[in-house]
């Protein structure tokens, strides 16, 4: 009987160690992988539908930038340069940068988005995406105020496309500028959000970090996305949105309260770009919980309740008309509180004459004016052959609508005409009172004193700055102590550019559902 039983319970122990075995096979997940497949797309605009210049085409993204793939994309930085830096020090990540447009030529000074570009670059990113199949993961470095003709939310339709090809469970992961508009439905489509908490963005590559570390933890098995996402109801214009000051700051600061206090949670706040003409603008909160939902629910409820408690400290603020701007400059320099910096917030076309005019009008000395667009003017340089010592007379700027003022008469020398900035042609105009205006054919913010340190020009010999900026100009001229007076400036009349937003006329919005407009 023994000698049997002995081969029998030999077989059977067998058996047992197999079906083990197999279910041990059947049960891994991703976590056994020795690696992971993770493409990175880039497509991201800040787009001002208000904008004069006509729809945003195929041609002006080829010229903003052209297309980057492979590891000239994964060197993009930013964002992309986070999330690859903390995926390649993982070890077990492989990335695929697909072919992505990298900038629009005008940047986000230009219009709607045509759909016809759109579905270009989108048929193009989603070839790249079925040619790489299977993945674990895709990346988006997206900005969240792009807008497009006949696509009322295109990051998540972006994403919705993308996971139409990839299926249900691979993570869809993206990074975003808190200027984003956004709402729930990014996050039906995608499983995480990370955005920006700083304005000026010093943190963007934490994002991108952030953004790898998170998707990694959802591949691994770690990490199960529970969301939600909250509107408060509030639309605010760009300026009022420095993080440098309150309450925009303790915005920023409860959401990493909140992440400070629960693991695995992550909380983002979109102040929106209200110069975007689309459905889901304004103000938007995104939380991610690692399976519990309800407590992602309660951080969104009290991240949208506080916003709107603050609401009027936020979105209320006066800014000096050019004149008032101007004589204050006067007393400054008088002062000796100099350098002073002027940042002209309202000009998104870069053409806007008021300040300029304002200051040239009271004769003072030791202005930098960075930039005046003029792309006709530039031309005119380009075909007279024109150069360094010749002298300058023409009207400049003031061209692209009643928001701009109207064209300013320079007349100088022309100190300096080449390639500046990515441009093949800017001109620095030399007028009398060692004043110097540059004229750029599109629009340009200047954030650091280096930017107008170049060929003969020194940023050390002016003591007047203007530059086309709301808060990103804080990064080099405030915050490193460089200027001594720092004014923002208004420009009168009603429409687009200033903080005046029901001078606009939305269609896809009711302008009067939303703080300040509407106080429910």
Request: hydrophobic residues 40%.
């Given at each position: 009987?023994?000698?049997?039983?002995?081969?029998h319970?030999t077989?059977?122990?067998?058996?047992?160690?197999?079906?083990?075995l197999?279910?041990f096979?059947s049960?891994?997940?991703?976590a056994?992988?020795?690696?992971?497949?993770v493409?990175?797309?880039?497509?991201?605009?800040?787009t001002?539908?208000?904008?004069?210049?006509?729809?945003?085409q195929?041609d002006?993204w080829?010229?903003?930038g052209g297309i980057r793939?492979?590891?000239?994309?994964?060197?993009?930085?930013?964002?992309?340069?986070?999330?690859?830096?903390?995926?390649?020090?993982?070890?077990d990540i492989?990335?695929?940068?697909?072919?992505?447009?990298?900038?629009?030529?005008?940047?986000s000074?230009?219009?709607?988005?045509?759909?016809?570009s759109?579905d270009h670059?989108?048929?193009?990113?989603?070839?790249?995406?079925?040619?790489?199949?299977?993945?674990?993961?895709?990346y988006?470095?997206?900005h969240?105020?792009?807008?497009?003709?006949?696509?009322?939310?295109?990051?998540?339709?972006?994403?919705?496309?993308?996971r139409?090809?990839?299926?249900?469970?691979?993570?869809i992961?993206?990074t975003?500028?808190?200027?984003g508009?956004?709402?729930?439905?990014?996050?039906?489509?995608?499983?995480?959000?990370?955005?920006?908490?700083?304005?000026?963005?010093?943190?963007?590559y934490?994002?991108?970090e952030?953004?790898a570390?998170?998707?990694?933890?959802?591949?691994?098995?770690?990490?199960?996305?529970?969301?939600?996402?909250?509107?408060?109801?509030?639309?605010?214009?760009?300026?009022?949105?420095?993080t440098?000051?309150?309450?925009?700051?303790?915005?920023?600061?409860?959401?990493?309260r909140?992440?400070?206090r629960?693991a695995?949670?992550?909380?983002s706040?979109?102040?929106?770009?209200?110069?975007?003409?689309?459905?889901?603008?304004?103000t938007?909160?995104?939380?991610?919980?690692?399976?519990?939902?309800k407590?992602?629910d309660?951080?969104?409820e009290?991240?949208?309740e506080?916003?709107?408690?603050v609401?009027?400290?936020?979105?209320?603020?006066?800014?000096?008309?050019?004149?008032?701007?101007?004589?204050?400059?006067?007393?400054?320099v008088?002062?000796?509180?100099v350098?002073?910096?002027?940042?002209?917030?309202?000009?998104?076309?870069?053409?806007?004459?008021?300040?300029l005019?304002?200051?040239l009008?009271r004769d003072?000395?030791?202005?930098?004016?960075?930039?005046?667009?003029d792309?006709?003017?530039?031309?005119?340089?380009?075909?007279?052959?024109?150069?360094?010592?010749?002298?300058?007379?023409f009207?400049?700027?003031?061209?692209?609508?009643?928001?701009?003022?109207?064209p300013?008469?320079?007349?100088?020398?022309?100190?300096?005409?080449?390639?500046?900035?990515?441009?093949?042609y800017?001109?620095?105009?030399?007028?009398?009172?060692?004043?110097?205006?540059?004229?750029?054919?599109?629009?340009?913010?200047?954030?650091?004193?280096?930017?107008?340190?170049?060929?003969?020009?020194?940023?050390?010999?002016?003591?007047?700055?203007?530059?086309?900026?709301r808060?990103h100009?804080?990064?080099?001229?405030?915050?490193?102590?460089?200027?001594?007076?720092?004014?923002?400036?208004?420009?009168?009349?009603?429409w687009?550019?200033?903080?005046?937003l029901?001078?606009?006329e939305?269609?896809?919005?009711?302008?009067?559902?939303?703080?300040?407009?509407s106080?429910?």
């Amino acid at each position: 009987m023994s000698s049997f039983l002995k081969p029998h319970s030999t077989f059977v122990s067998l058996i047992s160690m197999i079906v083990i075995l197999a279910g041990f096979i059947s049960c891994q997940t991703t976590a056994d992988k020795s690696s992971f497949k993770v493409a990175v797309v880039r497509y991201s605009h800040e787009t001002c539908t208000f904008c004069p210049g006509g729809d945003t085409q195929i041609d002006d993204w080829m010229k903003g930038g052209g297309i980057r793939q492979g590891e000239e994309l994964l060197n993009a930085g930013s964002y992309i340069g986070g999330f690859v830096k903390r995926a390649r020090d993982h070890g077990d990540i492989d990335l695929i940068g697909v072919r992505s447009p990298t900038n629009v030529f005008g940047g986000s000074s230009r219009s709607w988005n045509s759909e016809e570009s759109f579905d270009h670059f989108m048929g193009m990113i989603l070839e790249d995406i079925e040619a790489n199949m299977p993945l674990d993961g895709v990346y988006l470095a997206l900005h969240g105020a792009m807008a497009v003709r006949n696509v009322p939310r295109p990051e998540a339709e972006i994403a919705k496309r993308i996971r139409e090809i990839v299926g249900p469970d691979i993570p869809i992961v993206g990074t975003f500028d808190l200027h984003g508009n956004e709402d729930q439905e990014f996050l039906k489509w995608a499983d995480g959000a990370f955005v920006t908490k700083r304005f000026p963005h010093y943190d963007s590559y934490l994002q991108g970090e952030r953004a790898a570390h998170y998707m990694r933890n959802i591949m691994l098995g770690n990490y199960q996305p529970a969301k939600a996402s909250r509107k408060p109801g509030i639309i605010s214009p760009t300026v009022v949105q420095w993080t440098g000051q309150s309450p925009a700051m303790d915005i920023m600061e409860r959401a990493r309260r909140w992440e400070a206090r629960h693991a695995d949670v992550f909380v983002s706040v979109f102040f929106g770009f209200p110069w975007s003409d689309v459905p889901d603008v304004g103000t938007t909160i995104h939380v991610m919980t690692n399976g519990d939902q309800k407590l992602a629910d309660s951080i969104a409820e009290d991240m949208n309740e506080y916003a709107w408690r603050v609401r009027k400290e936020f979105v209320d603020r006066e800014y000096p008309m050019p004149k008032v701007a101007a004589q204050r400059t006067e007393e400054a320099v008088r002062n000796g509180e100099v350098p002073v910096v002027l940042g002209n917030y309202s000009d998104r076309p870069g053409d806007a004459t008021w300040i300029l005019k304002a200051l040239l009008s009271r004769d003072l000395k030791g202005i930098i004016y960075s930039a005046l667009r003029d792309e006709k003017v530039l031309d005119s340089l380009v075909r007279i052959n024109a150069q360094v010592g010749d002298p300058f007379d023409f009207n400049v700027g003031g061209f692209t609508g009643p928001q701009a003022g109207t064209p300013v008469r320079l007349t100088g020398t022309i100190k300096y005409f080449g390639p500046r900035w990515g441009y093949d042609y800017v001109a620095a105009v030399e007028l009398p009172g060692n004043n110097l205006v540059i004229v750029v054919p599109a629009y340009e913010q200047i954030i650091f004193p280096s930017q107008l340190t170049f060929d003969t020009i020194k940023a050390d010999d002016y003591e007047i700055f203007v530059v086309n900026s709301r808060v990103h100009f804080r990064r080099g001229f405030d915050e490193t102590g460089y200027a001594k007076t720092i004014m923002v400036v208004d420009a009168p009349g009603p429409w687009f550019g200033t903080t005046r937003l029901d001078a606009l006329e939305y269609e896809n919005i009711d302008l009067q559902s939303l703080y300040p407009y509407s106080d429910r």
